[in-house]
């Protein structure tokens, strides 16, 4: 029975849908990021459309339940809305545009991944079968199915009530991570998240920049400690991220000034040394060409559009968020 098409009634599917964007438009009142008695759970809102917009993102899940998210990498489209949720296991700059509206708002589930609870479903998976293998990718769209859709529902009605949302909340964020593990880009995710062969390598390398970026890293610091020629290295490291690793630590640097700015108050030349910029002219010139806007018209705009939350505690990561 498990390797049967699924049947499902799609007026049912419909009213699912519209079910789950009325209870997140309840539980996301505020546009930007909503924060939630789970740490790892935030509910998005967003009243306007956006375009090219330069994101790292920290590795998650994004479930759309109302509105369409696309995400650019390279030559790569990446949907996410009603039928596909995003799932990022390594942090990879792309940019986004969004459909939004005062009348029709986008909303959103962001998942912080817990790496524990996902290492532990893959052990127990491998131990009763797996799933077959698949090719590690960065991020990925995956199906929004019946089963999966349930579990995001369920999520929803019991983070609308607060003894509900603290206590079987984990245990209903745990059945997602069961659903996305064994759905269509199961195989790909596990594979990832395994950190096996060149892929593994570039991860461990991303998390050193990640970890270090305010210091001076080189190209041939961060091969010899992956185990690669410099040659070999920039190959699978483009082939994980899109992007050279030079360009990549600017880009980390950069997100994390723009945060920086945000929450602390501080000012441009203040963020550019400390996420490692001897010049605060040259960072000037490199956050505009990155984010469109000076530091000081960014931050206007994020302040004035979006509730941008503290960063995350677990989070190894620098993201756009």
Known sequence: MENQ???????????????????LGQLAPVEGYNLTVLPDIRFLRSNRPLKSVPVLY???????????????????TYLYDERQCLVVSVPVPFTME????????????????????????????????????????GMMSSRMDRRLNDSVLRLLEAMSRSMEAEIIGPALVR??????????????MRAALGMHGQFGKVVRA???IHALYQQELSVEQLASEAGMSVPAFHVHFKAVTNTTPM??????????????????????ATASAEVGYDSPSQF?????????????????????????????AASIYVSSH
Do not use: W
């Open 5 to 23: 098409p699924e049947q499902y009634d799609p007026q049912a599917q419909e009213c699912q849908r519209q079910r789950m964007a009325a209870l």
């Open 58 to 76: 920290d590795p998650g899940i994004v479930i759309v339940c109302q509105g369409k998210k696309r995400g650019f990498f390279g030559d790569q």
């Open 98 to 137: 969004t459909d939004a509206s005062e009348q029709e708002p986008l909303l959103a589930i962001y998942m912080h991944l817990d790496f524990k609870i996902a290492a532990d479903l893959m052990l127990q998976i491998d131990q009763l079968g797996g799933v077959a293998s698949g090719k590690p990718q």
């Open 175 to 188: 059945e997602i991570y069961f659903r996305i593990l064994t759905g269509d880009q199961g195989p790909s």
């Open 206 to 208: 991303l998390r050193r």
């Open 247 to 268: 360009q990549y630590l600017k880009s980390t640097r950069l997100h994390q000034a723009r945060l920086l700015m945000v929450r602390n108050s501080i000012t441009a």
């Open 284 to 312: 000037s010139r490199e956050f505009k060409r990155l984010f469109g806007r000076s530091p000081r018209e960014e931050v206007k705009r994020m302040r004035a559009e979006f509730a941008v939350p503290p960063a995350h």
